[in-house]
Nanobody, 122 residues
Framework: QVQLVESGGGLVQAGGSLRLSCAASGRTFSAYGFGWFRQAPGKEREFVAR???????SYADSVKGRFTISRDNAKNTVYLQMNNLKPEDTAVYYC????????????????WGQGTQVTVSS
């Protein structure tokens, strides 16, 4: 069982930056892959970025070059650094985890956090 707690959301102006954190419980953090997803009002939850247990990375085209996902196995934490934020990045951001395999599909993940709100003003 893994519990995930996101933090770091908030209100920022367009062009600004935020860093989201996802703290995970459990003793086998290094064996898990993690993903960040987001859901805007009235829209479906969508993939943002993922990092595998081995450190492999991938990003949605809409955030490539602006967002960076990383992990600190010593702190049991996954990060999402978001730069050059745009109003269309406004959403609730969710952290997700799955043992070993972590893809870009919602169905790839067994564990989810409660989400953190990111609002980007124009």
């Amino acid at each position: 069982q893994v519990q995930l707690v996101e933090s770091g959301g908030g209100l920022v102006q367009a062009g600004g930056s935020l860093r989201l954190s996802c703290a995970a419980s459990g003793r086998t953090f290094s064996a898990y892959g993690f993903g960040w997803f987001r859901q805007a009002p009235g829209k479906e939850r969508e993939f943002v970025a993922r990092i595998g247990w081995s450190g492999s990375l991938s990003y949605a085209d809409s955030v490539k070059g602006r967002f960076t996902i990383s992990r600190d196995n010593a702190k049991n934490t996954v990060y999402l650094q978001m730069n050059n934020l745009k109003p269309e990045d406004t959403a609730v951001y969710y952290c997700a985890a799955n043992r070993y395999y972590s893809g870009s599909d919602l169905r790839d993940y067994d564990y989810w956090g409660q989400g953190t709100q990111v609002t980007v003003s124009s």
